[in-house]
T-cell receptor
Framework: GNSVTQMEGPVTLSEEAFLTINCTYT??????LFWYVQYPGEGLQLLLK?????DKGSNKGFEATYRKETTSFHLEKGSVQVSDSAVYFC????????????FGQGTILTVHP | DVKVTQSSRYLVKRTGEKVFLECVQD?????MFWYRQDPGLGLRLIYF???????EKGDIPEGYSVSREKKERFSLILESASTNQTSMYLC????????????????FGAGTRLSVL
């Protein structure tokens, strides 16, 4: 079956530091890949997505590239801000019906001033 | 903007109680989902529905049931709440599945934090 593995957290950074959160997946066929973000006290919001190999998703300074050869979708940001403190979830949607998502375990990011 | 509304942000219930968690979406989406979120486990799918009165089990359906009598509303039911069902519950909705559609995105509610004592 499908699975998603994220790097262990929590991650603590200083403002303006470079961020990488690793995500690898196992899936049959050609899944779509997503990063969702959950700010404190809120539900999940879509951060970015990629639907085919070599696509790069980007939003709010975050980027992730769909790498089929390494089955990875690592999230990066060049300069984090305190407001980026949140929980980040990597997810995949397989080719099966109804758009079910499989999520990673989530990575807590804390950014200090 | 899509809005997914969960009726309660926090609930405290007793062991053995019947618990209803309600979710309403305003975008006429066909698909609706219930997840539970636990630290270190991410989100796990409990049930989903692809149409009115239709439902499918997710990865962890035991101890739960669902109801979808109207397209906009999807209810999660704990027939007899237990302490191991203490968790954050998240509802989501999405338009009909198109395998490679960039528009097929799940929209989430703010969540209901349920404590079973």
């Amino acid at each position: 079956g499908n699975s998603v593995t994220q790097m262990e957290g929590p991650v603590t950074l200083s403002e303006e530091a470079f961020l990488t959160i690793n995500c690898t997946y196992t899936a049959t066929g050609y899944p779509s890949l997503f990063w969702y973000v959950q700010y404190p006290g809120e539900g999940l919001q879509l951060l970015l997505k990629a639907t085919k190999a070599d696509d790069k998703g980007s939003n709010k300074g975050f980027e992730a590239t769909y790498r089929k050869e390494t089955t990875s979708f690592h999230l990066e940001k060049g300069s984090v801000q305190v407001s980026d403190s949140a929980v980040y979830f990597c997810a995949l949607r397989g080719g099966t019906s109804y758009g079910k998502l499989t999520f990673g375990q989530g990575t807590i990011l804390t950014v200090h001033p | 903007d899509v809005k997914v509304t969960q009726s309660s942000r926090y609930l405290v219930k007793r062991t053995g109680e019947k618990v209803f968690l309600e979710c309403v979406q305003d975008m006429d989406h066909e698909n609706m989902f219930w997840y539970r979120q636990d630290p270190g486990l991410g989100l796990r799918l409990i049930y989903f529905s692809y149409d009115v009165k239709m439902k499918e089990k997710g990865d962890i359906p035991e101890g739960y049931s669902v109801s979808r009598e109207k397209k906009e509303r999807f209810s999660l039911i704990l027939e007899s709440a237990s302490t191991n069902q203490t968790s954050m519950y998240l509802c989501a909705s999405s338009p009909p599945q198109e395998p490679t559609s960039a528009k097929n995105i799940q929209y989430f509610g703010a969540g209901t934090r349920l404590s079973v004592l």
